[in-house]
């Protein structure tokens, strides 16, 4: 059965770098079979798409946060990455990893999500 | 602000059939299929409905969905007490990203 456990500091200081994991166990991640994506919930707001990786290290961000963002995938570990530059206090949210409900593109929907994580910004 | 539009709440009683309306525009719901999630504070986002209307094994068809022009609707019939949750839609953009909606608040009286 799959599943996905994001892991990370739960505080990072302003200006600084957000680094996140998703591990993943009960699926292989260069199948192809998926899109792969990450996507946060400020306290209190809607869920927020950040961006997501196939497994051959395509990726596509959202465009607002573009410039701050790198994922890259470890197909020995079974595991993905978010990195996320500059962080200012409007980061603080929970993180989810997610998978995506096939391989059709960055457009499918997201059929397994972590639990989250949450990380806060504050010096 | 979110790019998609959900009213902030909704409630019904056990029973009731109730409906959660979602807008957006002609760079998302408009021209690409939508998604509803149900999200327990807490807990995994569950992924409810996808392409409009067509449901993941295991979602029970009290879940419907529908879409019309620009806006997309979910239906819950035969309201139960677990469906107390936040449900959100989602989109793609043609601007290049994942959309979502605000999140609706639904409470089971």
């Known amino acids: 059965q799959l599943r996905l456990q994001e892991s990370g500091p739960g505080l990072v200081k302003p200006s600084e770098t957000l680094s996140l994991t998703c591990d993943i166990s009960g699926d292989s991640i260069d199948t192809g079979s998926h899109y792969w994506a990450w996507i946060r919930q400020p306290p209190g707001k809607g869920l927020e798409w950040i961006g997501a990786?196939?497994?051959?290290?395509?990726?596509l961000y959202k465009p607002s946060l573009e410039t701050r963002l790198a994922m890259s995938v470890d197909s020995a570990k079974s595991q993905f990455t978010l990195k996320m530059s500059a962080v200012t206090v409007a980061d603080t949210a929970v993180y989810f990893c997610?998978?995506?409900?096939?391989?059709?593109?960055?457009?499918?929907?997201?059929?397994?999500w972590g639990q989250g994580t949450l990380v806060s910004v504050s010096s | 602000q979110s790019v998609l539009t959900q009213p902030p709440s909704a409630s019904g009683t056990p029973g009731q059939r109730v409906t959660i309306s979602c807008s957006g525009s002609?760079?998302?719901?408009?021209?690409?299929?939508v998604s509803w999630y149900q999200h327990l504070p807490g807990t995994a986002p569950r992924l409810l409905i996808y392409d409009n209307n067509r449901r993941p094994s295991g979602v029970p068809d009290r879940f419907s969905g529908s879409k019309s022009v620009d806006s997309a609707s979910l239906a819950i019939s035969g309201l139960q007490s677990e469906d107390e949750a936040d449900y959100y839609c989602?989109?793609?953009?043609?601007?290049?990203?994942?959309?979502f909606g605000g999140g609706t608040k639904l409470t089971v009286l």
């Open positions: 997610a998978r995506s409900i096939d391989n059709t593109g960055f457009s499918s929907p997201f059929e397994k």
């Open positions: 990786i196939y497994y051959s290290g395509v990726t």
């Open positions: 002609r760079f998302n719901v408009g021209v690409n299929t």
């Open positions: 989602a989109a793609w953009d043609d601007r290049l990203s994942v959309v």
